[in-house]
């Protein structure tokens, strides 16, 4: 197996894409939703278009943030993801 840890300014990327599409199997998200929430259609856009199929995105938050999870998690749902598990 192959790991690329990759940083991405999402806002960034949804303008002027760099990273490769379809190229990722699992984006881990952390503490990246609280008080941005004009940015999460950027956000969307690039998990569509970097997510191999079949990938995975894993969401962290910290449980005092948790509000901004779940309605990035209903925003997600709405978007056509599907969400396997909430804690």
Known sequence: GRCRAQACDWLEEARQPAL?????DMVIVCDCLYENKASWE??????RRVLAPSAEVVLASATLRR???EEFCALCESAGFRLDEKK
């Open 67 to 69: 509000p901004f999870l």
């Open 42 to 47: 950027a956000l969307l856009a690039v998990l």
């Open 20 to 24: 490769p599409a379809g190229a990722f």
